[in-house]
């Protein structure tokens, strides 16, 4: 079991399932919280590959942090398929400060045990990211 900055030990599945979504594109998005009691960063859900964004952004909860990974599906400008891994921390404006610190300080260290992400993003509302933003940072 990893172990970020803040203490916050990482549950092996949470490396296990991301290498799922990277090598064998079992999960289209993971979402991971952090369980205080256990003082671990869990699974807390796997989103199958056939499910959309909409599905993704529906998963979240509307005043909880969360880490999440997203497997993002685009068509470049050239016309060339392409996927990216992207890590989104989503930290709403209406979720309790103490858990917006410990997301914060706990965050490059979970992110430092996922080898493979292609572009992070932060976000304390929908909008900031929405599959325009998405589609941006992708390109």
Not at 65 to 74: A, E, K, L, P
């Given at each position: 079991?990893?172990?970020?900055?803040?203490?916050?030990?990482?549950?092996?599945?949470?490396?296990?399932?991301?290498?799922?979504?990277k090598?064998?594109?079992?999960?289209?998005?993971?979402?991971?919280?952090?369980?205080?009691?256990?003082?671990?960063v869990?699974?807390?859900?796997?989103?199958?590959?056939?499910?959309?964004?909409?599905?993704?952004?529906?998963?979240?909860?509307?005043?909880e942090?969360?880490?999440?990974?997203?497997?993002?599906?685009?068509?470049?400008?050239?016309?060339?398929?392409?996927?990216?891994?992207?890590?989104?921390?989503?930290?709403p404006?209406?979720?309790r400060?103490?858990?917006?610190?410990?997301?914060?300080?706990?965050?490059?260290?979970?992110?430092?045990?996922?080898?493979?992400?292609?572009?992070?993003?932060?976000?304390?509302?929908?909008t900031?990211?929405?599959?325009?933003?998405?589609?941006?940072?992708?390109?």
């Open positions: 079991m990893a172990n970020a900055a803040s203490g916050m030990a990482i549950n092996d599945d949470c490396k296990l399932k991301f290498l799922e979504l090598a064998k594109r079992a999960y289209r998005f993971i979402i991971f919280k952090i369980d205080e009691k256990q003082k671990q869990v699974v807390e859900k796997l989103g199958e590959p056939n499910l959309t964004y909409d599905d993704f952004i529906a998963s979240l909860p509307t005043n942090c969360r880490y999440t990974i997203y497997d993002f599906d685009f068509v470049t400008e050239e016309n060339c398929q392409k996927s990216k891994i992207i890590f989104i921390a989503w930290s404006d209406t979720s400060v103490r858990s917006k610190m410990l997301y914060a300080s706990s965050k490059d260290g979970f992110k430092r045990e996922l080898d493979g992400i292609q572009v992070e993003l932060q976000a304390t509302d929908p900031e990211m929405s599959l325009d933003v998405i589609r941006g940072r992708a390109n």
